[in-house]
């Protein structure tokens, strides 16, 4: 299982993410970090590249040319992912909590989760000096959140528009008048693997 965990990890190297397999039940941890690395990168990648292609029109591919831009969409890819994992896991520690009310037990099991993902990540290079600190906020957020409170989407998807007007490789101005715009385009995408996740999510194998 740790393998498809890193397989899933390859499409942060890509630019595109492709069609992913047939969800499967998630009954234990390891298939858990698997949905959760794999929808964070498909959220991610689609809402980063789609913005700049929207931004840059027909010269997208020309970009990919310029090694500074590659060197900063790399870094954005990274941090953009990192804190579509945190949206997720504080998610799907919410739902849990909804069947399971230990919420100590609830926090441990993300605990275990997220620490599963980021020992697989490790630290790549191309991820930049910060990815270390984004982890640890990761984990900083997980150990104090409150998953007994209600489920209020607005309140548990804010890193990852955060992250997405903050990383982009676009000059500050565009991104001040497009933010709206673009923090509406991650919260939309994560209506599919919400959906995804509330289907599959099997919490009494998960928790015993």
Known sequence: MINKIKEALTALKTQFWHR????????????????????????GQTSLYGYIKTRAGTRFPE???????????NIAKWQIWSACVSDLVIYTGS???REH???????A????????IFDTVGSPEEA????????????????????DKSLDLDAIFIQSPDALVHWSPIVDELKDLDEDI???????????????LRDALQVGPLMN
Not at 101 to 107: F, H, I, K, L, Y
Not at 182 to 196: C, D, G, H, K
């Open 109 to 116: 099991t993300m605990q275990s989760v997220v620490n599963l």
């Open 20 to 43: 992913r397999e047939k969800l499967v039940p998630i009954t234990d941890e390891e298939k858990l970090a698997e949905f959760i690395t794999s929808r964070a990168s498909m959220v």
């Open 95 to 97: 739902l849990i909590c």
């Open 128 to 147: 930049g000096p910060d990815f270390k600190q984004s982890i640890e906020r990761i984990k900083n957020r997980l150990s104090s959140y409150e998953f």
């Open 182 to 196: 673009v923090r509406n385009s991650i919260r939309f995408r994560w209506q599919e693997p919400r959906r995804e």
């Open 63 to 73: 970009l990919f040319k310029n090694d500074t831009f590659v060197v900063s969409i």
């Open 101 to 107: 009310v230990q919420t100590t037990e609830v926090r």
